[in-house]
């Protein structure tokens, strides 16, 4: 089991999240953070709005859509908690529009013993892996692997269940003693049947194992069943963050 630390604030948090889902390119807008990783996730493509860019927040506003469209890509912000409000506020006013809230959720990490479906960790995602963790639903685009293992201390989880496709896939990693949860995927035909809850633990035993005291994950607002399975798991709710695009 890891030891116990102080919680952190919103700002660090997504920071330590953002170091766990690295974009194939970074820059810094003064306290800001801007990621492209080939339109793969809005995570990876999208400004972390956290701390003061340096300049009038307008200003800012232009910076980012002119460093996206540099790129190819559509601007986005990722606008967490309330220390975002003001900055949400300028994004709106350059008539960005608004996706629902994402709960960032957090929990001690739990050692639990092993259950009886076997979990399989590897240092990288295989071709059966990639085919398991369909992104909003889609096929993966080439760039999603890249992504994918761009993070120091990830390893991802596999569950077989017999000779067809991966019955469920999740990733984990491990930064400054939190294990980040992502691409938790359970196939539709193999749902409520623990599998999801076999995975995070296995997850969770790696991590404590080398010394993570704290578990992060994010879930639309909109995704009750996930909600309700994260809550009965122990998972509280740290902040909330939205993301702003401007229109397509």
């Not at 990490?109 to 979990?119: E, R």
């Not at 999740?170 to 995975?199: C, I, K």
Request: aromatic share 6%.
């Amino acid at each position: 089991m890891g030891q116990k630390r102080s919680p952190l604030g919103v700002g660090d948090l997504e920071r330590v999240a953002a170091r766990g889902w690295r974009a194939l390119e970074e820059a810094d807008l003064g306290g800001w953070l801007l990621r492209a990783g080939g339109g793969f996730t809005g995570r990876a493509n999208s400004v972390l709005v956290v701390g003061d860019p340096g300049m009038p927040l307008p200003a800012a506003v232009e910076a980012v859509t002119r460093w996206y469209a540099e790129r190819g890509l559509r601007p986005c912000a990722q606008l967490p908690g309330v220390q975002s409000r003001a900055a949400a506020a300028a994004f709106a006013a350059a008539g960005w529009e608004r996706d629902e809230d994402v709960l960032v959720l957090t929990a001690p990490v739990a050692a639990t013993p092993a259950t009886s479906v076997p979990v399989e960790l590897a240092a990288e995602p295989d071709d059966a892996w990639l085919a398991g963790y369909r992104h909003r639903g889609a096929a993966l685009p080439p760039v999603a692997r890249q992504v994918l293992t761009s993070a120091e201390g990830a390893v991802f989880a596999s569950v077989r269940l017999d000779d067809g496709p991966l019955a469920a896939v999740a990733r984990g990693v491990l930064t400054d003693g939190w294990l980040g949860v992502t691409a938790l995927t359970v196939a539709e035909e193999h749902r409520r049947r623990g599998l999801g809850t076999a995975v995070m633990a296995a997850l969770q035993r790696w991590a404590a194992e080398r010394g993570a005291h704290s578990v992060y994950l994010q879930v639309t607002a909109g995704n009750a069943a996930a909600r309700a399975l994260y809550r009965r798991s122990g998972f509280i709710e740290h902040h909330r963050y939205h993301y702003r695009r401007p229109p397509a």
